[in-house]
Nanobody, 118 residues
């Protein structure tokens, strides 16, 4: 069974930084794209950032210039470096992986809480 294990969430003051990690229990060659989403209380889950197998990245406008997504080229692990955090970044952050050789599917982590105090 595929598992995504996230870590790195926590409480930080506005202007601070955090780095999230997500380790997937699957072969790295089966991964097409890795993404981060977030969901604040009362809001819909929203896209934050993505990185493809080829290394192309994409970001939500709200985090451009502050967040950086990267991956370990040797392991099925994705990171989200979050700088200049704002209270509106407070949410549960979810790792998402689209993977599979013959029948690709979406996989989700359990989420990690990020709280930014003002």
């Amino acid at each position: 069974q595929v598992q995504l294990v996230e870590s790195g969430g926590g409480l930080v003051q506005a202007g601070g930084s955090l780095t999230l990690s997500c380790a997937a229990s699957m072969s790295i060659i089966s991964i097409h794209i890795m993404r981060w989403y977030r969901q604040a209380p009362g809001n819909r889950r929203e896209f934050v950032a993505s990185i493809t197998r080829g290394g192309s990245t994409n970001y939500a406008d709200s985090v451009k210039g502050r967040f950086t997504i990267s991956r370990d080229s040797a392991k099925p692990t994705v990171f989200l470096q979050m700088n200049s955090l704002k209270p509106e970044d407070t949410a549960v952050y979810y790792c998402n992986v689209y993977a599979g050789i013959s029948n690709p599917s979406d996989y989700w982590g359990q989420g990690t809480q990020v709280t930014v105090s003002s």
